[in-house]
């Protein structure tokens, strides 16, 4: 069976909704793909295959209870910061208030905070079922879908601070989107980063330390993934900081391209 993709949009009216995507059309769900949603028999026209039309604003493709990510999980971007590669997948958080929609803008923190924020481009997956203690073979079967990511980091913090929750966890610096893919394998996909139009990330799941479905069942082996959660599975080489005025696009292989912009912390008081 060919891929289905699903995007989640704002429609003029003020709706909120999931849409599949086909056709030139987005056929509108009434819940969450992975919760079961069923057409409405509602569509809409003139929409491309990432989600995008005239009249509407395509929001992060899932609304997940956690964000659960993996550290240095490509050898090659772990040694350009001079880490070892991991001998068990290294876990994180990123709380949902870090989410950001399609096209948005990261907002960079005021210079007293943090001087350097970082992208990293990176595979997502979304789980489709509550998974508690799986085996690789449940894992697998447990992910709904894949969609892009970004892993903003604040790179100063990171080092700086014994947790990275600071680093990491910052409103805006996890976009996610434009779509969520399934049926889609996911063991050689291309992951890449482009800032301003250069090319600054350029890499393959097919060199993920840790697969999609090792990650998954590691995860479930300490809390219960939730439908609609996401696990961010880490960056290939070439991270690198952002600063105000850039345009960020982030792109994987069959998924399509998630763009942001990126701002300085406006003024306050
Ligand atoms: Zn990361």
């Given amino acids: 069976m060919s891929p289905r993709r699903f995007a989640r949009l704002a ?7 999931f849409a599949e995507l086909a056709e030139g059309e987005a056929r509108l769900l009434s819940s969450a793909p992975w919760e079961g949603g069923a057409l409405t028999g509602e569509r809409l026209g003139g929409v491309d295959d990432e989600g995008r039309s005239a009249g509407t604003r395509r929001l ?21 910061l001079g ?8 876990l994180f958080f990123k709380p949902p208030s870090s989410l950001l929609d399609p096209d948005g803008t990261i907002e960079l923190p005021p210079s007293s905070i943090s001087g350097r924020v970082d992208h990293e481009a990176e595979l997502a997956v979304i789980i489709g079922r509550r998974t508690r203690r799986a085996t690789d073979a449940e894992a697998a079967a447990a992910v ?12 100063d913090l990171q080092k700086k ?15 996610v989107g434009p779509v969520v893919v399934s049926g889609l394998p996911w063991d050689a996909l291309g992951v890449r980063c482009r800032v ?3 090319l600054r990330q350029d890499g393959s799941t097919r060199d993920l330390v840790f697969s999609v479905p090792a990650l998954v069942a590691y995860v479930s082996q300490v809390m219960t993934l939730e439908p609609g959660d996401l696990i961010l599975t880490g960056t290939p080489a070439g991270v690198g900081p952002l600063v105000d ?7 994987i292989d069959g998924i399509g391209a998630l763009t942001a912009r990126v701002a300085a912390a406006a003024a306050e008081g």
């Fill in 196 to 198: 301003n139009g250069a």
């Fill in 245 to 251: 005025g850039d345009e960020l696009v982030i792109e």
């Fill in 60 to 80: 992060t493709p899932a609304t997940p209870t956690k964000i659960v990510c993996v550290g240095r999980n490509y050898r090659a971007h772990a040694s350009e």
């Fill in 161 to 175: 601070d014994g947790q990275w929750t600071r680093a990491k966890g910052m409103d805006t610096f996890c976009p």
């Fill in 144 to 155: 709904f879908g894949l969609t892009a990511a970004g892993d903003i980091t604040a790179r």
């Fill in 83 to 90: 880490n070892d590669v991991p001998v068990e997948p290294l």
């Fill in 11 to 17: 429609l003029e009216d003020g709706r909120r909704v």
